[in-house]
């Protein structure tokens, strides 16, 4: 299995990472953890929106591997993308947690930037 390939696995747990960070305050719902996270201010709510973002950029990212694994792209250039597109998004919910609007939406850019480079990659591949 390629690097890129791994890459999805680790792009699909990201979220979860998030999401523990804003439920990790002692006093966590979980028979009603939308309504807590619904309440929850500061770096944690930041967190939570962090994992919701983190599931929107998936499919995308996912779609741009799949279709560059698939039509033979250049392996190096597909698992550079991939594992950069992962290193982007863990920065990117660093930032937001951290309150750094400017840096995260630099980040996130960066990170879309990967996922139409891979689909580049397969076009030209």
Same mark, same amino acid.
């Given at each position: 299995?390629?690097?890129?390939?791994?890459?999805?696995?680790?792009?699909?747990?990201?979220?979860?990472?998030?999401?523990?960070?804003?439920?990790?305050?002692g006093d966590f719902d979980n028979a009603r953890p939308r309504t807590w996270l619904a309440q929850v201010e500061g770096w944690r709510q930041r967190a939570?929106?962090?994992?919701?973002?983190? $599931?929107? #950029?998936?499919?995308?990212?996912?779609?741009?591997? /799949?279709?560059?694994? !698939?039509?033979? @792209?250049?392996? *190096?250039? &597909?698992?550079?993308?991939?594992?950069?597109?992962?290193?982007?998004?863990?920065? $990117?919910? #660093?930032?937001?947690?951290?309150?750094?609007?400017? /840096?995260?939406?630099? !980040?996130?850019? @960066?990170?879309? *930037?990967? &996922?139409?480079?891979?689909?580049?990659?397969?076009?030209?591949?």
């Open positions: 299995m390629t690097l890129a390939l791994w890459t999805l696995l680790i792009a699909a747990i990201i979220p979860y990472i998030f999401a523990g960070l804003a439920k990790s305050r939570h929106w962090a994992q919701l973002n983190s $599931y929107e #950029a998936f499919p995308p990212f996912a779609a741009a591997v /799949l279709t560059a694994e !698939l039509t033979d @792209a250049d392996q *190096a250039w &597909v698992n550079g993308l991939a594992l950069l597109f992962v290193l982007l998004r863990l920065a $990117y919910g #660093a930032a937001y947690i951290t309150d750094r609007p400017t /840096l995260r939406s630099s !980040l996130w850019t @960066a990170a879309f *930037a990967c &996922v139409a480079g891979l689909f580049v990659a397969a076009a030209v591949g």
